[in-house]
């Protein structure tokens, strides 16, 4: 494996906000994260109160379903892109059972930064969490600098 540019304690740290209306997935992304050492995971089950989480929390990393009564991930995405600043990089990564390219590409176009289907492989999952927290390293590193 290679090497990574960023300490992989500074990647688990990082805060994580996982949306999905039934709460099994939710269980499974927390008990995934949680085994990959993540200390920093908030779960909701109510799309309703995401976008105020998503506020409050500040999050680094978003994982989003799709599929979801009153309030869809794609409504969500289209609020979290109103409320980051332009020079912000907050990856969304969509983790959906609507595997339809209409839905890839409309979510990709609305800011997702990634799309996995369900049911998903844990692994694969993991790492894309961790290879979009990595990004939001470095990006945050070079706009610093």
Same mark, same amino acid.
């Given at each position: 494996?290679?090497a990574?540019?960023?300490?992989?304690?500074?990647?688990?740290?990082?805060r994580?906000?996982?949306?999905?209306d039934?709460?099994?997935?939710?269980l499974l992304?927390?008990?995934l994260? *949680?085994?990959? @050492?993540?200390? #920093?995971?908030h779960?909701?089950?109510?799309?309703?109160s995401? +976008?105020? &989480?998503?506020?409050? $929390?500040?999050?680094?990393?978003?994982?989003l379903d799709?599929m979801?009564?009153?309030?869809?991930g794609?409504q969500l995405l *289209?609020?979290? @892109?109103?409320h #980051?600043r332009?020079?912000?990089?907050?990856p969304?990564?969509v +983790?959906? &059972?609507d595997?339809? $390219?209409?839905?890839?590409r409309?979510a990709?176009?609305?800011?997702?930064?990634?799309f996995?289907?369900?049911?998903?492989?844990?692994?694969?999952v993991?790492?894309?969490i961790?290879?979009?927290l990595?990004?939001?390293?470095?990006?945050e590193?070079l706009?610093?600098?």
């Open positions: 494996m290679p990574r540019l960023i300490d992989t304690a500074e990647i688990v740290s990082r994580i906000l996982a949306i999905d039934e709460e099994p997935n939710v992304l927390r008990s994260l *949680e085994r990959e @050492g993540y200390t #920093d995971i779960c909701l089950t109510d799309p309703k995401a +976008l105020a &989480a998503y506020i409050d $929390l500040e999050p680094d990393l978003v994982l799709l979801m009564p009153e309030v869809d794609f *289209e609020a979290f @892109g109103r #980051d332009a020079e912000e990089f907050r969304v990564l +983790l959906t &059972a595997t339809t $390219l209409q839905a890839r409309r990709l176009a609305l800011g997702a930064k990634d996995v289907a369900k049911p998903f492989d844990v692994v694969e993991a790492l894309r961790s290879n979009l990595e990004t939001r390293v470095l990006y590193r706009r610093d600098s």
